[in-house]
């Protein structure tokens, strides 16, 4: 283990800042337009299905925290070339790299995609690409703190969002709740499956995890954040349920949004507008985290600076966002991310973890041999 | 890196020029406030729109334009064509319907407004009586601007509970749910005002029949809960206990306000389908006539009773004459699919099921108080 990663206190955040790491990466994109991708399975008992995929985000962060506490202070790349070797480690870690372009990019476009089918139907993709990689560029070059700092600000600014979903209750019945447990498991499971996509942004631990100050309160943060990030998609799950028809859920493509258009204030006459451009703030920490947990990696793997690395990274994305142009890729897109991500994010980390624990305790029996000897 | 910095920034600045958007000046847009579609005499689609033009300098106009082509979008294409100033419909809040329109299939119109992100969920919808074409262009003495006039009528009238709320939300909601078809009120012109005449009830998108004005208090009490309404009834001579008073008359016309309802719904045989409604109104009674002593607490149960009776029977009379047009504009579709597992229920199954339907009208009314004068 001799690749693990020194800091001076600096360059650690607190740990009580994992909270809003964990939280607003996990929050993004996907909360749009979730709710009938996981009804098409799970019909009105969708609900259950967003309980199940939370209830998988807390045991996948479990095995997280306990894989990365055997390292004391090292993150997944570190892990991997550990475990298996230089060669098959590195081949993971960039296989995980890939993984954090492409989330990066899926959030990305799918903003671009909610702006030009809400607001500007004439802006073209690229003026807002190069818009947000811009901003997303100057966050990098902060530093990891400033990041957090974003994450930090993300979720305090973005609070005044959940009471919003009281206004569609006054359109809504509980009869549409019943009855409860109507689907079989089967279809339950496929439903919480079908959560990946939008429940996913909390394996940012596995690279964030050397850069906190007090690690002993990492899974007290950490449960925190997916306990809160369940109640919000929870919440938002229910009042889709009561508020549309099971019809009228299927056809819509931003259930939430759709939700937010009925809200008008006197000074303030479609609310969903502000919603769609204020969303700009929920998405930006987890673009920001994603670029930097590919940093992390490929510093692993090559001699790279920040600024070449993120400009590079970044230029990929844009020409990326230029060839996928249509609704239907972009759905594509999300779909594939959503079947690798169940791989990466929630199966590998327990697999990781049982390969740790063998091996720590094979190690440790070596040692003890070599003691003995 | 630093020394390319500069270079960077002038790679990027042409994009501020670019960037601008498409921009909708007050004064260079017409507001389509009120669309009216019907059947074209030519083309499949003829839509009537209250267009306001802000001018700075007078006061606003509104142009009612009539376009004729096969989908929405060409129509607003085609009254571009005739007017001076760019149409938008960010500010539409009132969809009206040619009665003949509306009796041949609503669904695609319903379709196309829930589709456009720029139409908001909560502009009503209406049937207007005959065609919207008439109602619109009539030169009205004292409405200036109809679009807005519409609009107002509509949404004083749902505030105050005396007509049924239809916004595009919920019509769409309906429209795609299994157990449940759509209402909307029905307008029409009358001498110099606009008025609504009552209810136009649908089956699977299309027009069946129509509700009287004042049936919309019984739709309403099954449909869900009273805040503060207003309603009168009359009770007829079967109805008037005997005793009630010494000289008993052919009828006696009652007004109630500040009338708070909850409904109760249950299944209680799936076969059948058979259900329970049971209705408790709280209510004040402010008219009466002949006078009744309402300080007497016996006189004022058995006012009680009688009046709970009047309304089941009015109540029943309302449901009986939905199912005999198969219109489910109560719910009870929705609500036998949540009460029933694994009932996989479709709108063709639900109406056949529906004809069947029975339900138990009960309803327990409470005068709380009279005015401030016995």
Known sequence: MNNTIQLSPKDMINAYLLFFVVHSTQIGVGVHGFQRIVYQDAKHDAWISVLLAGLATHIVAFCMIKTLEVYGSNDLYGIQQDVYGKWIGNFLNSIYILYCFVAFFSVLRNYIEVIQAWIFPGISTWFLSITLLLIIIYAFTGGLRVMVGISFFSVILAIWVIPMLVFPLKFSTMDSLFPILEVNIISLLKGAHSMTFTIIGFEILNIIYPFIKDKKKTSKYTHLALLSTTFIYLSIMLVSIMYYTEGKLLKTVWATLTLFSFISFPFMERFEFVAVCFWMLIILPNLCLYLWAAYRGMIRLVKVSSTKFVWIFSTLAFFGTLMVQTRPQINTMNTYLGKAAFYIVFVYPVLLYLITMLKKKFTSQKEQNNEKI | ?374
């Open chain 2, 1 to 374: 890196m630093k020394k390319y910095r500069f270079y960077f920034i002038i790679l990027f600045l042409p994009s501020l020029l670019i960037g601008c958007v498409e921009t909708n000046i007050l004064d260079r847009v017409g507001l389509v406030t009120l669309v009216g579609y019907d059947v074209g005499k030519e083309e499949r689609m003829a839509t009537t729109s209250a267009v306001r033009e802000v001018n700075p300098e007078f006061q606003s106009n509104v142009e009612v334009v009539t376009t004729e082509n096969s989908t929405s979008k060409g129509n607003r294409v085609k009254t571009n064509r005739k007017l001076s100033k760019k149409v938008v419909v960010g500010q539409m809040r009132v969809v009206l319907f040619g009665e003949e329109l509306a009796k041949d299939d609503i669904h695609r119109y319903i379709d196309a407004h829930l589709e456009n992100p720029t139409v908001s969920n909560s502009l009503y919808m209406a049937v207007a009586e005959g065609e919207v074409a008439p109602l619109l262009e009539y030169e009205y003495q004292n409405i200036d601007d109809i679009g807005q006039h519409i609009f107002r009528l509509l949404e004083q009238n749902i505030e105050q509970e005396n007509m049924i709320s239809s916004t595009l939300h919920e019509v769409g909601r309906d429209l795609y749910s299994e157990g449940e078809d759509i209402f909307m009120p029905i307008i029409k012109r009358e001498e110099e005002l606009v008025e609504l005449s009552g209810i136009a009830i649908f089956k699977n998108g299309k027009m069946v029949s129509s509700l009287r004005p004042e049936d919309t208090f019984y739709v309403k009490l099954i449909g869900g809960n009273y805040k503060s309404g207003t309603f009168e009834t009359i009770l007829t001579k079967e109805e008037i206990p005997d005793d009630l008073m010494k000289n008993k008359p052919d009828e006696i016309p009652i007004a109630f306000d500040a009338l708070t309802s909850e409904k109760e719904l249950k299944l209680i045989n799936k076969n059948t389908p058979e259900f329970d409604l049971n209705i408790t109104i709280k209510t004040r009674l402010t008219e009466i006539y002949p006078d009744v002593n309402i300080g007497d607490p016996k006189t004022v149960k058995k006012l009680e009773e009688a009046i709970s009776k009047n309304l089941s029977r009015e109540i029943s009379r309302v449901i009986a004459y939905c199912q005999s047009v198969e219109s489910d504009i109560f719910a009870f579709g929705d609500k036998y699919r949540s009460s029933v597992r694994n009932s996989k229920l479709t709108k063709e199954k639900w109406h056949e099921l529906y004809k069947n339907m029975k339900v138990n009208v009960k309803v327990d009314l409470t005068i709380l108080r009279s005015g401030v004068f016995e």
